[in-house]
């Protein structure tokens, strides 16, 4: 249980354009997903959070214009890097809150690693 | 401000036993993950702990102190696979909802 899909797991774009990653809890509703990123040899660093139904809460310094999200359903949230950069290549990873025998807890999707020309 | 700080890197033998400690100063606390990460690849849930003591699972343990802000991930008969990101992370519970906040991570290398 509480597995978490991304797509694509992998995406080279040129500069300028916009890239899409999805990311669905498979087995489980989550009320709230999260969008990390993660520069080599660093650690996660949380963008925002979203709720369903409502609009992201971004974390300080990051361009909500730049980085849309969308909760459409219990089950899906996207990021879509708009107008991508050589420097928005990273490794974005997202996760879904499950709530489990009292305790939240975070599951991870197995990422996808942005490499923008 | 928030601040977790943990070992950059470690080397332990297979077989042995290391121990990774964490450290913590952050406005609120609701809670501690441990994850593990192995490179290229996304995190996964370890264990969990919201009160002092010690929880056990298997080869993995982790120990939580409140009062000093520490934690640590006990990993028994090392095995070559265990060499991976070790990733403490930290509830907020103040803002958005179960908010992590993570450590830089410990990069554990286990040699034969």
């Known amino acids: 249980g509480a597995v978490v899909s991304q797509h694509p797991s992998r995406v080279i774009c040129k500069s300028g354009t916009s890239v899409k990653i999805e990311c669905r809890s498979l087995?489980?509703?989550?009320?709230?997903m999260f969008w990390y990123r993660q520069f080599p040899k660093q650690s996660l660093m949380l963008m925002a959070t979203?709720?369903?139904?409502?609009?992201?809460?971004?974390e300080q310094g990051v361009e909500k214009d730049k980085f849309l999200i969308n909760h459409a359903s219990l089950t899906l949230s996207t990021l879509t890097v708009t107008s991508a950069h050589p420097e928005d290549s990273s490794f974005y990873i997202c996760?879904?809150?499950?709530?489990?025998?009292?305790?939240?807890?975070?599951?991870f999707g197995p990422g996808t690693r942005l490499t923008v020309l | 401000g928030q601040n977790i700080d943990q070992p950059t890197e470690m080397t332990a033998t297979e077989g042995a036993i290391v121990q990774i400690n964490c450290t913590y100063q952050?406005?609120?606390?609701?809670?501690l993950f441990w994850y593990q990460q192995h490179a290229g690849e996304a995190p996964t849930f370890l264990s969990y702990n919201v009160l002092d003591g010690l929880e056990e699972k298997g080869r993995f343990s982790s120990f939580l102190s409140r009062s000093k802000g520490y934690s640590y991930l006990l990993l028994k008969e090392l095995q070559m696979k265990d060499s991976a990101s070790y990733l403490c992370?930290?509830?907020?519970?103040?803002?958005?909802?179960?908010?992590?906040?993570f450590g830089t991570g410990t990069l554990l290398a286990v040699q034969p």
């Open positions: 087995d489980f509703q989550a009320t709230t």
């Open positions: 979203s709720n369903e139904g409502s609009k992201a809460t971004y």
């Open positions: 992370a930290v509830r907020d519970p103040g803002g958005a909802t179960n908010k992590l906040i």
């Open positions: 952050t406005s609120g606390f609701n809670g």
């Open positions: 996760s879904a809150s499950l709530l489990a025998g009292g305790t939240d807890t975070q599951y």
